[in-house]
């Protein structure tokens, strides 16, 4: 199994341009989410998906969009970068929600505004 | 609102010593989480418990439902455990409703262990 997966792991957009932050996980894992790391501040959670077609947003969703078109696949969206969201993004994993289960994370991407 | 506190925030250690970490919190909760994260590296799991202790080689976590309070221990430290270490929370439902099962962070203790 290669767990979480993330592309790609270094990215610099320019204000105002648009790109998507792959994660796909082969765990057959329902419940899927993507946080963000800041300096100072612990992660705080974007959007979450608990399966396949469905996704809800979460702590800091503003900016950002998501989909959860199959089991495996939670890509997230930035819509027009701001500088604001320079930070470091983690995807993560587990069975599912509704029970405690063990986390697993994406290896990151960081990501640069100017 | 800081639902997760840790402490300390920083904490060097010479190799060899024993070293404890900190995580209070103040809400009703399902599950806590302790978490790992090397420098520029990604966030690996390290335990996750509800009640009691647990123990994976020098690793040792243990929790207290009643004081709303965890710790992370590790004996016989070494510079490879140096690493950002992180408690999360799982709220309880009747804590935030719709977004019970999501977790809550701290904002994580920075461990220097020298040689």
């Known amino acids: 199994n290669a767990g979480v997966t993330q592309t790609p792991k270094f990215q610099v957009l320019k204000t105002g341009q648009s790109m998507t932050l792959q994660c796909a996980q082969d765990m057959n894992h329902e419940y899927m989410s993507w946080y963000r790391q800041d300096p100072g501040m612990g992660l705080r959670l974007i959007h979450y998906?608990?399966?396949?077609?469905?996704?809800d947003q979460g702590e800091v969703p503003n900016g950002y969009n998501v989909s959860r078109s199959t089991t495996e696949d939670f890509p997230l969206r930035l819509l027009s970068a701001a500088p604001s969201q320079t930070s470091v993004y983690f995807c993560?994993?587990?069975?599912?929600?509704?029970?405690?289960?063990?986390?697993?994370f994406g290896p990151g991407t960081r990501l640069t505004v100017l | 609102k800081n639902e997760v506190e840790q402490s300390p925030q920083n904490l060097t250690a010479q190799e060899g010593e024993f070293i404890t970490i900190n995580c209070s919190y103040s809400?009703?909760?399902?599950?806590l989480h302790w978490l790992q994260q090397h420098p520029g590296g990604g966030i690996v799991s390290l335990f996750m418990l509800s009640s009691g202790k647990k123990k994976h080689g020098r690793l040792i976590a243990t929790i207290n439902i009643q004081e709303k309070h965890s710790s992370l221990h590790i004996t016989a430290s070494h510079p490879r455990d140096s690493a950002v270490y992180i408690c999360a929370v799982r709220p309880l439902t009747l804590y935030y409703g719709g977004s019970q099962g999501n977790l809550i962070f701290g904002k994580g203790t920075k461990l220097s262990v020298k040689p």
């Open positions: 809400v009703g909760i399902s599950a």
């Open positions: 993560a994993s587990s069975l599912r929600r509704s029970t405690p289960n063990e986390q697993f």
């Open positions: 998906s608990v399966g396949a077609g469905i996704t």
